[in-house]
């Protein structure tokens, strides 16, 4: 794109400030009025006559104000009498990084959040363009240095917090006893059934249960799943509401015997009905998922290309129709998961419903702890899909984890998300 030619300016940063660094208020910009500053911080680059695109009930309407990069994060300051304006819409797009260069003058500026905030800025056209265009790039370069310094300066913050709220093994009795009294279950209850993994050697030897049922009630519905692995509790919203995972009625079940009473009640849970969902309709096999995963590694490690042909081959994985439609199911089911065997998709789903749903568990203790409750505690087969034992190389390349590798350490290197 040649200079001069108007275009978009896309750019993903974190402009929520960090509570992890003392605030301050201290005028440190060259215009009026003051802003509240954090210490330290100081202007890079300022854009004046700027219009910041707000939804509101007449729909989208425009605040005039100045737009400022600083060292840590991107500040607006709308002028004291904002007026309504409508402008035309831009149908040109650029994706702007740390190492791009910027061969355009920007009308519009889309900076995406990692809160999910999407910010909308537009330039005026009076012969402000060198500003649009220093303003634009500041912000892209300056995401690098943010945030080394916002990691140094949040370091110690994040590490008292994280010496409060402990990571959970899900091995003994206390942690299972620890989590319940977090998710305020009151109405549930720790069963040792399966301490001796007598009951089923794929479930943890703790189990949630309704306070009402008996261990010899609950050990007669064991025999009416798959792998002898019954309906447990997940998750426990505050309303009441319950996510429950359990494999598939086994063949051999018979609905007319008696003792269906104590599957009733593990479903039922004390709750008028029970909505169960099975995890394997419309949603890819893990053999799918594995083999979606490995072509967008494929991409990224691959030779630079351009950007239409990468978004190509980046649909072309169906990496994100995959994520699609599990998010998709995720937000829409709060019932008992149904799977087979328990242990493939349903430890997907169970973990992306409590990141959705719970704000600790997008926490780094409460992701490991989710991972150990939901993966580990609850038998994924890694050993088979991870094929650690190398008795087959079609099994490896075939039947893989729904968890792709390093994703575990990679989400526990990210910081906490703010959803809710």
Same mark, same amino acid.
């Given at each position: 794109?040649?200079?001069?030619?108007?275009?978009?300016?896309?750019?993903?940063?974190?402009?929520?400030?960090?509570?992890?660094?003392?605030?301050?208020?201290?005028?440190?910009?060259?215009?009026?009025?003051?802003?509240?500053?954090?210490?330290?911080?100081?202007?890079?680059?300022?854009?004046?006559?700027?219009?910041?695109?707000?939804?509101?009930?007449?729909?989208?309407?425009?605040?005039?104000?100045?737009?400022?990069?600083?060292?840590?994060?991107?500040?607006?300051?709308?002028?004291?009498?904002?007026?309504?304006?409508?402008?035309?819409?831009?149908?040109?797009?650029?994706?702007?990084?740390?190492?791009?260069?910027?061969?355009?003058?920007?009308?519009?500026?889309?900076?995406?959040?990692?809160?999910?905030?999407?910010?909308?800025?537009?330039?005026?056209?009076?012969?402000?363009?060198?500003?649009?265009?220093?303003?634009?790039?500041?912000?892209?370069?300056?995401?690098?240095?943010?945030?080394?310094?916002?990691?140094?300066?949040?370091?110690?913050?994040?590490? *008292?917090?994280?010496?409060?709220?402990?990571?959970?093994?899900? $091995?003994?009795?206390?942690?299972?006893?620890?989590?319940?009294?977090?998710?305020?279950?009151?109405?549930?209850?720790?069963?040792?059934? &399966?301490?001796?993994?007598?009951?089923?050697?794929?479930?943890?030897?703790?189990?949630?249960?309704?306070?009402?049922?008996?261990? &010899?009630?609950?050990?007669?519905?064991?025999?009416?799943? &798959?792998?002898?692995?019954?309906?447990?509790?997940?998750?426990?919203?505050?309303? #009441?509401?319950?996510?429950?995972?359990?494999?598939?009625?086994?063949?051999?079940?018979?609905?007319?015997?008696?003792?269906?009473?104590?599957?009733?009640?593990?479903?039922?849970? #004390?709750?008028?009905?029970?909505?169960?969902?099975?995890?394997?309709?419309?949603?890819?096999?893990?053999?799918?998922?594995?083999?979606?995963?490995?072509?967008?590694?494929?991409?990224?490690?691959?030779?630079?290309?351009?950007? *239409?042909?990468?978004?190509?081959?980046?649909?072309?994985?169906?990496?994100?129709?995959?994520?699609?439609?599990?998010? #998709?199911?995720?937000?829409?089911?709060?019932?008992?998961?149904? $799977?087979?065997?328990?242990? $493939?998709?349903?430890?997907?789903?169970?973990?992306?419903?409590?990141?959705?749903?719970?704000?600790?568990?997008?926490?780094?203790?409460?992701?490991?702890?989710?991972?150990?409750?939901?993966?580990?505690?609850?038998?994924?087969?890694?050993?088979?899909?991870? &094929?650690?034992?190398?008795?087959?190389?079609?099994?490896?390349?075939?039947?893989?984890?729904?968890?792709?590798? #390093?994703?575990?350490?990679?989400?526990?290197?990210?910081?906490?998300?703010?959803?809710?």
């Amino acid at each position: 794109m040649e200079p001069g030619l108007s275009g978009l300016g896309v750019w993903f940063l974190n402009c929520g400030l960090p509570s992890c660094i003392p605030s301050c208020r201290q005028n440190v910009f060259s215009s009026s009025p003051p802003a509240i500053c954090l210490a330290g911080e100081y202007v890079q680059e300022e854009a004046s006559c700027v219009r910041k695109s707000v939804l509101s009930r007449d729909g989208k309407v425009y605040v005039p104000g100045t737009l400022y990069c600083t060292n840590l994060r991107v500040v607006f300051l709308p002028d004291p009498s904002p007026s309504t304006e409508v402008v035309n819409s831009f149908t040109k797009a650029k994706v702007l990084t740390a190492s791009s260069t910027l061969k355009f003058i920007p009308e519009e500026l889309v900076v995406y959040c990692r809160d999910f905030r999407v910010l909308k800025f537009h330039f005026h056209e009076s012969g402000l363009e060198p500003q649009a265009f220093r303003v634009t790039m500041a912000i892209a370069q300056a995401r690098e240095s943010g945030a080394a310094c916002l990691s140094e300066n949040g370091q110690a913050g994040r590490e *008292e917090e994280e010496e409060e709220i402990p990571t959970l093994l899900f $091995e003994s009795l206390c942690d299972w006893e620890m989590e319940l009294k977090r998710l305020r279950a009151s109405s549930w209850r720790v069963s040792p059934v &399966n301490e001796r993994f007598d009951m089923s050697t794929s479930l943890p030897k703790y189990l949630w249960v309704p306070a009402l049922l008996l261990d &010899n009630e609950l050990k007669r519905a064991f025999a009416h799943f &798959n792998e002898r692995r019954v309906p447990r509790l997940c998750w426990h919203h505050p309303g #009441g509401s319950v996510l429950l995972r359990a494999a598939s009625f086994h063949a051999d079940s018979d609905p007319e015997k008696e003792d269906m009473r104590s599957v009733e009640t593990l479903l039922l849970a #004390g709750h008028s009905q029970c909505v169960i969902v099975d995890t394997a309709a419309d949603l890819p096999s893990p053999a799918e998922i594995q083999q979606a995963y490995l072509k967008l590694r494929a991409l990224y490690s691959s030779l630079v290309m351009s950007d *239409e042909k990468w978004l190509s081959a980046l649909e072309g994985t169906r990496w994100l129709e995959h994520v699609r439609s599990l998010l #998709g199911r995720s937000f829409t089911l709060f019932p008992s998961l149904l $799977e087979s065997d328990d242990r $493939e998709l349903n430890c997907l789903l169970a973990s992306l419903v409590q990141m959705v749903l719970d704000p600790h568990a997008r926490t780094l203790s409460g992701f490991q702890s989710l991972l150990q409750k939901e993966w580990v505690a609850s038998g994924h087969p890694f050993l088979q899909r991870l &094929n650690l034992l190398r008795q087959s190389d079609r099994d490896e390349v075939s039947d893989r984890s729904d968890m792709p590798e #390093g994703g575990a350490v990679e989400w526990c290197k990210s910081p906490p998300l703010s959803l809710l």
